[in-house]
């Protein structure tokens, strides 16, 4: 068992509960060389997600895309770990460890644009917990049901605190038809401790389709009719930066239209991960990149000098 004071117990008790949030959303105080405005601070803050318009050029988004592509191809040095499929065929769901694997996504991983403000909300270095491509071909793209992030990160990979953001860099348009990922606006603020004890080896299961670390429905019911859903759709190009708690999930895509999107989890260097809150083993390192981090981002270039 994690040595660490479990402030967020989740897969304990047989009923779920809601939990008060105890961590900062912005560590940072706002002053006029933060990497975004006063507004877009305050709109994260509030609502635990921010939609930022075309971050990317039409060539960086074309380099990023090209390799995208090159990756869901499997090519031989990609670690077979990695690479996971959906849960009804062999089509690629999602490719994790990007940032390792890829000379393209580990610029990407480490450009100003991403880096600068993940530390500003964290106030602190940050590192990558993890990284993944996910697709969504058209036509058959899987659904990914409603969760926190942190509950899971917290009870199966031992993250201590909520001081993690997430983002996503939208390799294709994201529209509301072809599977966006949605969020219930200020869930952030609040933590769903879940029910059922978690199997081992959960993560092979769960990279596929989740079952465990599920919110109870009658409380996401509850949060959507105070909160509603938002949906961020815009170009490719386009970064949605999301808290770590903050509910979300997406539809199946059964459009014409593909969608992928490349995610980077940025951890602050002072909430390393510990022993996982369940008492199993860890998940893999692909999933979950513990001893502090493999490289931390402490000094950003940008992307564009080397696309």
């Known amino acids: 068992m994690s040595l660490a004071e479990d402030l967020y117990p989740s897969r304990i008790k047989n009923t779920p509960e809601v939990l008060p949030r105890v961590d900062e959303v912005v560590h940072s105080r706002w002053n006029a ?15 635990g997600f921010l939609l930022i318009k075309d971050v990317f050029s039409g060539h960086e988004v074309a380099t ?12 031989p040095e990609i ?7 959906e849960p009804k065929s062999s089509a690629v769901r999602s490719v994790f460890k990007i940032h390792e694997q890829s000379a393209v996504f580990e ?57 993690a953001v997430s983002m996503s860099v939208l390799l294709s348009e994201n529209t509301t038809l072809n ?60 970064v949605v930066i999301f808290d770590c708690n903050t509910l979300h999930g997406s539809n199946s895509n059964i459009t014409p ?27 893999p390192d692909f999933v979950a990149a513990r001893g502090g981090a493999s490289k931390q981002y402490s000094v950003s270039d940008n992307f564009s000098n080397v696309a």
């Open 33 to 47: 060389a933060a990497p975004i405005s006063k507004a877009q601070t305050e709109a994260f803050e509030r609502d």
């Open 64 to 75: 990023l895309q090209q390799e995208a592509r090159r990756l869901q191809s499997a090519p």
């Open 79 to 85: 670690d077979f770990d990695t690479v996971i499929t």
């Open 107 to 163: 610029r990407i991983a480490a450009d100003a644009r991403l880096a600068d403000i993940a530390r500003f909300f964290l106030d602190d270095d940050v590192y990558i917990h993890q990284s993944r491509l996910n697709y969504k071909p058209g036509f058959r793209g899987e659904d990914f049901y409603w969760h926190s992030d942190f509950e899971t990160w917290h009870v199966e990979d031992g993250m201590p605190r909520m001081r």
């Open 179 to 238: 599977g966006p990922t949605m969020f219930v606006p200020g869930s952030h603020r609040e933590f769903i401790a879940c029910v059922g004890e978690t199997p081992d080896e959960h993560y092979k299961q769960s990279l596929k389709k989740q079952e465990f670390g599920v919110p109870d429905e009658k409380i996401v019911d509850g949060l959507v009719a105070e909160q509603g859903i938002a949906t961020p759709t815009g170009p490719a190009g386009s």
């Open 257 to 283: 239209y593909s969608r992928s999107n490349a995610f980077f989890v940025f951890n602050a260097v002072s909430n390393r991960l510990t022993a996982p809150f369940n008492g199993l083993a860890p998940r």
